[in-house]
């Protein structure tokens, strides 16, 4: 559940980076989130907002395993987290997820069905969580913040035919789009965790990467005409 390739609204603040006050910070891009969905009522808001409990969770720690289900809808405030299944004994990537991505397993969290994927923190993380029951219960009471989930499901969708798209490109365009929308992936991942999450191999990646910092220095070296 996330926005990895493109943010769908403006937010007067930017969590990444951001050292101060981080949890009343979320919870202000919180707020403008669900205004962005044209929710305008400040008290249904603020109700909304009192349902996130903060968690803190180590590096390497997980929050979702292959056969648990589902029951909690994170928010990242400040971290990093990978999201993976494994299939014949090899580590699929699905998502690279930072600051600013919402992230649970939408089928088993609505379904209360077990889980395929994994998902495990790579960097100490603050999260904003709302649990299964307070999420279910709130919204059947409350119908704008449904239809919001509604339009938040339309584009998560938007968001996954973008990186199916995206595998469809030749390995160099692979990395060079995720290079120019998301940089700070390469410090934050393994790099054999990227490689997966864009279809390639590591060294093929790596082989990329080379070509581009060449390039990039020839650019730089050239002298103006």
Known sequence: MSFLFRKLFDPSISLANLKEKPVENGLLYLNEFFRHFGIEDEEKIQQALALFETRIYRKNSWFLREGDTADRIGFIVNGAVEAF???????????????????????????????????????????????????????????P???????????????????????????RSRFEYLLKMKPEV??????????????????????????FSRQKSTDVEAPSR
């Open 186 to 211: 390469f410090n934050r991942f393994l790099l054999q965790d990227i490689a997966s999450f864009i279809g390639v191999k590591q060294e093929t990646l790596s082989r990329a990467r080379r070509y």
């Open 85 to 143: 299944y494994t299939q014949d004994n090899k580590h699929q990537v699905l998502l690279l997820l930072m600051e600013e991505d919402f992230f649970t397993d939408l089928r088993s969290f609505l379904h209360r069905a077990p889980t395929r994927l994994n998902m495990r923190f790579r960097e100490d993380t603050i999260v904003l969580e709302i649990s299964h029951e307070n999420f279910a219960g709130f919204i059947l009471q409350n119908k």
């Open 145 to 171: 913040f449904a239809d919001m989930f509604m339009k938040v499901m339309v584009d998560i969708m938007s968001s996954i035919n973008e990186h199916n798209q995206l595998l469809k490109l030749p390995t």
